[in-house]
């Protein structure tokens, strides 16, 4: 028997009031019951059955009981101590006392466990063919990232203590954040239709693909856990997990002026809520059910704010500033 998946709007806590509280403890119910049988669950039903069980006020087990809240175990424990760069103090929320520091054998024992996290995933990532698309396309962003890092940290320099702490860190800070954004980009593919990554565009369509979202997210956020001055970061306005949806109505509001040929430039450049951005779209080929041979596409290839003041000086130089609607404007070539 196949059972269905829960929507975003099923899954969602609408308020307070008994009729909710019961439609909800039906559905954690079942995802339960599918958990303990082994049944696969959306990464959005795993976060459904995870907030349950550490809410819960019944006998209904605890997270560590369920595979199939491993993720949200790790992406908890990930939150908790590298969302501000392994900066102290850490803490967590606990059911019946709020959030608290976290103590030093709790934070030995979660070190601990990330460490074996991160030798599994690597493990994972050094495997150069996948069938999954997503982990095939972050496992070669990985291993670039690792690769940049090895050549840093030469055979000499490992030779000391000193350098060998810093460089499995920095290794493990890596592999870590390949494991949280391959979760991240998972839950996006599939809380989102087709249709949501599909950009109609001066008469073409720009694909925002499982490489775009792999790309910008490992190279272009998280500055920390990069260590790498030399690219730009995005710190506001738009989320990961939004977007494919937020460049896709940009988009939508400056082909209505009708100025930019994609078959003619590969980038865009614009300003939304005062910052610069440039978008970069390449065009690439695929293979489609039902067509003979490759067709031609457009991919959205990498997204980033301009944050360098020579870089600024050169667009408000070298492009006009044409208004789009409020907070965005596009620069065209004078």
């Not at 074996?116 to 972050?138: F, G, R």
Request: one cysteine or more.
């Amino acid at each position: 028997m196949i059972m269905k998946n829960y929507t975003v709007d099923e899954l969602d806590f609408k308020n307070g009031g008994e009729e909710e509280q019961i439609r909800t403890r039906k559905i954690f119910e079942d995802l339960r019951d599918r958990a303990i049988v082994g049944k696969k669950l959306l990464q959005r039903e795993k976060d459904f059955l995870y907030t349950g069980l550490k809410l819960s006020d019944f006998d209904d087990g605890k997270p560590e009981d369920f595979v199939a809240c491993d993720d949200n175990i790790f992406k908890e424990l990930y939150l908790t101590y590298f969302h501000n760069d392994l900066s102290e103090p850490f803490y967590k929320h606990k059911k019946g006392m709020g959030v608290v520091q976290v103590g030093y054998q709790e934070k030995i024992k979660d070190f601990k466990t990330l460490m074996q996290i991160s030798d599994a995933w690597y493990n994972e990532i050094k495997n150069e063919k996948h069938s999954d698309q997503i982990l095939q396309e972050l496992a070669i962003e990985t291993r670039r990232d690792i690769k940049a890092l090895d050549a840093k940290y030469t055979p000499f320099l490992k030779r000391f203590r000193k350098y060998q702490d810093a460089y499995r860190l920095k290794k493990d800070k890596l592999i870590l954040q390949s494991k949280f954004v391959f979760l991240l980009v998972k839950s996006v593919i599939e809380n989102n239709n087709s249709e949501d990554f599909e950009i109609p565009f001066s008469g073409e369509t720009i694909e925002f693909t499982i490489y775009s979202l792999v790309h910008i997210v490992s190279r272009h956020y998280a500055e920390p856990m990069k260590d790498n001055p030399d690219k730009s970061y995005h710190y506001e306005n738009f989320y990961p997990t939004e977007l494919h949806i937020d460049l896709k109505n940009i988009l939508l509001e400056i082909d209505k002026l009708n100025l930019i040929d994609i078959n003619k430039k590969d980038n865009i450049i614009f300003k939304f809520k005062g910052i610069i951005y440039h978008l970069w779209i390449q065009k690439r080929y695929k293979q489609v059910k039902g067509h003979a041979g490759n067709i031609q596409i457009f991919r959205v290839q990498t997204f980033y704010p301009i944050h360098s003041e020579a870089e600024i000086q050169n667009v408000t130089e070298k492009f006009e500033e044409i208004a789009v609607a409020e907070e965005l404007s596009v620069f065209i070539s004078k």
